[in-house]
């Protein structure tokens, strides 16, 4: 008979969690499907200072196969990890939608999934992309994300760090395009399922946003004769 799949779920907040995230953790604890530790560690910022202390007690503890990080505004389907471990990838994203303004002011749902491209400097030489079914990426979000033990293993420490490159800490990047870059620096491939659609519960949100992705949704209904 096999073993439990073994998974340390990081769940860093700033000491409140919504309802959803409740049910997921009752769900995925009574089913007996899985070993698992919850690591809800509150509080500590920046948030990429509590990914990286996450990775440091999932190593220290040493017992897991795998973690999965989770952000306290993203609520993934409550059989994603199913669907995570089937996927049987090093480092796999859900997808995680955001909103994006372009120059021209048009606003777009994106998808937070990258892949490297050196002619755009636009996004610090990536580029959105948008596609279906499990797809290998260059920047995967962390914020549900499962990844394996040998990857935690070989980043090393500090892996989750935000950087900048400029004198002022203004142009850089995020943790999750360090630690992506830092997982292909080390020889693993990053993926995302675009099956799993997670809620992303944005801090933040404009009235005006909302309208205009509602028209370019009727705009697009018209198009095709809907």
């Not at 499990?134 to 920047?139: G, H, R």
Request: net charge negative.
């Amino acid at each position: 008979m096999d073993a439990k799949p073994s998974i340390f779920v990081a769940a860093p907040n700033l000491g409140t969690l919504r309802v959803e995230h409740t049910n997921n953790l009752m769900s995925w604890f009574l089913s007996g499907k899985y070993r698992m530790r919850w690591s809800c560690l509150k509080n500590v910022q920046p948030g990429y200072a509590a990914r990286n202390q996450c990775h440091r007690d999932f190593l220290e503890d040493g017992s897991f196969d795998y973690m999965l990080c989770l952000d306290a505004d993203t609520i993934p389907p409550v059989d994603v990890i199913d669907r995570l471990l089937d996927d049987d990838k090093d480092m796999v994203s859900a997808t995680v939608q955001t909103l994006k303004e372009s120059k021209e002011g048009e606003i777009n749902l994106i998808p937070v999934a990258f892949r490297w491209d050196e002619s755009d400097k636009e996004d610090i030489g990536y580029h959105i992309h948008a596609d279906k079914g499990l797809v290998e990426v260059d920047m995967g979000t962390l914020a549900c994300c499962l990844i394996k033990k040998k990857v935690l293993e070989k980043v090393g420490p500090g892996a989750f760090t935000n950087w900048y490159d400029d004198e002022w800490n203004i142009k850089g990047k995020t943790g999750d395009f360090c630690f992506s870059e830092r997982v292909r620096e080390v020889g693993f491939h990053i993926w995302n399922d675009y099956r799993i659609l997670c809620d992303h519960f944005l801090k933040e949100i404009s009235t005006k946003q909302i309208n205009a992705l509602m028209l370019q949704a009727q705009e697009a209904g018209s198009a095709k004769g809907n």
